[in-house]
């Protein structure tokens, strides 16, 4: 079945530090792909998307492009912030079934 | 325009009881979908509505239902409450049938004692 694995946390970086986030997906079909960022006590919010092969998503500065040939989503940002601790999950759309896998998340600290 | 909006935030619950959480979508959506959060088992899928149908249901036992209304409303239940369903629960809506993006609520935290 489809499934989304991602880098175990917590990952812990000073400011202005350059993140990376890995993911990785298995998926039969065609599935888009996507960021969420949770902070805490909250729900999840959508921090950015792909739908199909070679798209780059983007938002607030981060980034992530859909690669196909590596099954991978890895999120981006050159310059993190304090703001930017939370925790981000990979996610992917299945359509067949009308539902998201989601991985196991991954916890940002970023230290000022 | 408003997001999606869960209610209640948080509940806490005797083992045994029931409870109700309700969502209410983004307006003009019509897909509800509704996921489990712990700490051992992150992100886990319930059940998935649409048009009033579910559509789609995770691996959850008998005692977790939902129900979704004409005007997109949807709300789930719990019965037999159990310690082990303490959690977050998720409510996502989407106007794309094919769950392009996904839009979720806050949440309502339950806990069981």
């Known amino acids: 079945g489809d499934s989304v694995t991602q880098m175990e946390g917590p990952v812990t970086l000073s400011e202005e530090a350059f993140l990376t986030i890995n993911c990785t997906y298995t998926a039969t079909g065609y599935p888009s792909l996507f960021w969420y960022v949770q902070y805490p006590g909250e729900g999840l919010q959508l921090l950015l998307k792909?739908?199909?092969?070679?798209d780059k998503g983007s938002n607030k500065g981060f980034e992530a492009t859909y690669r196909k040939e590596t099954t991978s989503f890895h999120l981006e940002k050159g310059s993190v912030q304090v703001s930017d601790s939370a925790v981000y999950f990979c996610?992917?759309?299945?359509?067949?079934?009308?539902?998201?896998?989601f991985g196991s998340g991954t916890k940002l600290n970023v230290k000022p | 325009k408003a997001g999606v909006t869960q209610t209640p935030r948080y509940l806490i619950k005797t083992r045994g009881q029931q409870v109700t959480l309700s969502c209410s979508p983004i307006s003009g959506h019509r897909s509800v979908s509704w996921y489990q959060q712990t700490p051992g088992q992150g992100l886990q899928f319930l059940f998935e509505y649409f048009s009033e149908t579910q559509r789609n249901k995770g691996n959850f036992p008998g005692r977790f239902s939902g129900r979704q209304f004409s005007n997109s409303r949807s709300e789930m239940n719990v019965s037999t409450l159990e310690l082990g369903d303490s959690a977050l629960y998720l409510c996502?809506?989407?106007?794309?049938?094919?769950?392009?993006?996904?839009?979720f609520g806050q949440g309502t935290r339950l806990t069981v004692v």
């Open positions: 996502a809506s989407s106007t794309d049938t094919r769950h392009l993006e996904a839009f």
């Open positions: 792909a739908t199909k092969a070679d």
């Open positions: 996610a992917l759309s299945d359509r067949n079934f009308n539902k998201f896998y």
